[in-house]
């Protein structure tokens, strides 16, 4: 159990013990108990019950009926037995009680939910026949310490008529916030690229990142670890390795209304240091219309060792129309 569970259990039982104590306590010759209202009344008298919750009864200071969230049965010199709400009650001899009744704040989910969906297209006929299509979507939500990210990418590429060389790509991964700026990531990914030459991979892996700074006007993380990588050939030859990776992503507002984004990722084989690749992203993106963006991006890959008949680097210039939320 983490540090902030033990808190939130102590500011819960805290005042309830501390009630809870002083009936056992011996009352003789001391004056009576002395509870205050929200409102600045005082009364005078005893505590002879505190419960958590349920239907109200009975005489209330200063409440209406209903259900509560907790209310004390307080025996008052001069008004009898009565049914007092938490809410309304400042302290007990001194003991603040209000803030030991509210509830934990609840997350609100869309607060913390955005995404952006990104579409690149060209079709060209005559003299040559060519069709590219690029079609990209991402969703991050986060809920307490725990940020989820997914995504999704699709691409197909013909030229004359020949069969389109696709690549596709689907991954998973969710952030645990240890600390307010540390957290542990653990994400799936798995594909095909045919550029590339690879049938189909999977990937897995672990790291540790930090989030430097994450504003409305820009963002920086960073990150690094451990990620397995299993990659299948067309020619029927396949890769398993173990690497260590090293991840970053940077967005920054330029001006009011220019947007800078940057992504990265290094990968280097452990059994292998020769063996490495990587990829990163640099782009702008402009606002048309409200929520709907231009975008023109770079995309860059360069695989030392790659698939034998294929190029170590790739590289393509886009622009295209993004939606986000």
Known sequence: ???????????????????????????????????????????????????EGGQKGGQSAGESAGQSAGHIIWASENFGQLSIA????????????????????????????????????????????????????????????????SGINYESHSLDGSPANEEYHLDYGVDWFFQEQWF????????????RAIDQYYAVGSAIGRQFWETEKGALSAETGLLWISEDYEDGTADDRLTWSWAADYRQMINSSLELFHTHSL????????????????????PLV????????????????PVPGTDPSDSQLTIGVSYSW
């Open 1 to 51: 159990m983490r540090y902030g569970s033990y808190a939130t259990i102590f500011r819960n039982f805290f005042p309830t013990l501390f009630l809870a104590l002083s009936l056992t306590l011996p009352t003789t010759g001391l004056s009576a108990d002395e509870l205050v209202l929200t409102n600045g009344d005082i009364i005078q008298g005893s505590l002879i019950q505190l419960k």
């Open 184 to 195: 542990w990531n653990n994400g799936i990914a798995w594909g095909a690229n045919d550029n």
């Open 267 to 286: 990968r280097v084989s452990l059994s292998d240091f020769a063996d490495s690749e990587i990829r990163a992203d640099l782009g702008l993106k402009a």
């Open 86 to 149: 938490v809410e309304k009650v400042a302290t007990v001899n001194g003991t603040a009680l209000a803030s030991a009744s509210e509830p934990e704040p609840t997350p609100v989910f869309s607060s913390t939910y955005k995404g952006t969906v990104s579409a690149t297209g060209a079709y060209a006929s005559g003299n040559e026949e060519r069709e590219d299509w690029d079609i990209e979507g991402s969703v991050e939500w986060r809920e307490d310490d725990f940020r989820h990210h």
């Open 290 to 305: 409200k929520n709907i963006f231009t975008e023109l991006k770079l995309e860059w890959i360069y695989d030392n060792q």
